[in-house]
């Protein structure tokens, strides 16, 4: 698995730049041929196509990134509760949108040493994860306690869920629960979660919420 890990990351970093290339003759085509051109619907399509790439690649190398960091040294003391407050205030107008029920409890004045950036984009991708697969007028919950010397923050949907058997999958890159991949996603969000929660030695669990998905995630106090 190292290995295969190995080779992606070398084959994402060796194709960025070209594809970056490629998009920005693609824009500068574009331009050119105006609004009115007969090829706009193709170009555009292709733009969008080559931003998808740009994205997997660059979620591909920030994995390698936070992955090849073996110390916590540049750790500061953050507060728990100020970083998901700022996500869920980030999400809060899709999450209306989509009239799912938020109900939230956060710790005030819980600490942990960490990344406040690599936590953001974790928590960001699990809650995200949480409306996308919430149908609407469902509910999602996030909640913040301590429990002695850890706390636990619970993020649950009343989505499909994932089977049980897939829970230890869904953290491997490009894993995907439908294998059809009908549904849009390049299967690197939660991979990128597990990479920050172990560089951060967090632990990360899934559980069934009947209807739904609970993830847990203990922190050491």
Same mark, same amino acid.
């Given at each position: 698995?190292?290995?295969?890990?190995?080779?992606?990351?070398?084959?994402?970093?060796?194709? $960025?730049?070209?594809?970056?290339?490629?998009?920005?003759?693609?824009?500068?085509?574009?331009?050119?041929?105006?609004? /009115?051109?007969?090829?706009? @619907?193709?170009?555009?399509?292709?733009?969008?196509?080559?931003?998808?790439?740009?994205?997997?690649? /660059? @979620?591909?190398?920030?994995?390698?990134?936070?992955? @090849?960091?073996?110390?916590?040294?540049?750790?500061?003391?953050? @507060?728990?509760?100020?970083?998901?407050?700022?996500?869920?205030?980030?999400?809060?107008?899709?999450?209306?949108?989509?009239?799912?029920?938020?109900?939230?409890?956060?710790?005030?004045?819980?600490?942990? $040493?960490?990344?406040?950036?690599?936590?953001?984009?974790?928590?960001?991708?699990?809650?995200?994860?949480?409306?996308?697969?919430?149908?609407?007028?469902?509910?999602?919950?996030?909640?913040?306690?301590?429990?002695?010397?850890?706390?636990?923050?619970?993020?649950?949907?009343?989505?499909?869920?994932?089977?049980?058997?897939?829970?230890?999958?869904?953290?491997?890159?490009?894993?995907?629960?439908?294998?059809?991949?009908?549904?849009?996603?390049?299967?690197?969000?939660?991979?990128?979660?597990?990479?920050?929660?172990?560089?951060?030695?967090?632990?990360?669990?899934?559980?069934?919420?009947?209807?739904?998905?609970?993830?847990?995630?203990?922190?050491?106090?």
């Amino acid at each position: 698995m190292k290995d295969i890990n190995r080779i992606s990351d070398n084959i994402a970093h060796d194709l $960025k730049t070209p594809l970056a290339r490629l998009r920005n003759r693609l824009e500068e085509l574009n331009v050119r041929l105006g609004e /009115n051109s007969e090829h706009k @619907s193709d170009i555009d399509f292709a733009l969008e196509q080559a931003d998808q790439l740009l994205s997997t690649l /660059n @979620s591909i190398l920030k994995i390698a990134n936070i992955e @090849s960091q073996s110390d916590q040294f540049n750790f500061k003391p953050i @507060s728990l509760s100020s970083v998901l407050g700022d996500v869920i205030d980030l999400y809060e107008p899709t999450i209306n949108e989509k009239n799912i029920i938020l109900t939230q409890n956060l710790l005030a004045g819980a600490k942990c $040493k960490g990344d406040k950036n690599l936590l953001f984009q974790a928590f960001a991708n699990l809650i995200d994860n949480a409306i996308k697969h919430t149908p609407e007028q469902g509910s999602i919950n996030i909640n913040h306690i301590k429990q002695d010397n850890k706390f636990i923050i619970t993020i649950a949907d009343t989505g499909p869920g994932i089977p049980v058997e897939q829970h230890d999958s869904v953290f491997r890159r490009f894993y995907q629960v439908d294998p059809s991949r009908n549904q849009p996603g390049n299967g690197l969000g939660l991979a990128l979660v597990k990479a920050v929660m172990d560089l951060h030695s967090f632990n990360i669990n899934l559980m069934t919420n009947d209807p739904g998905l609970v993830v847990s995630i203990e922190i050491p106090a």
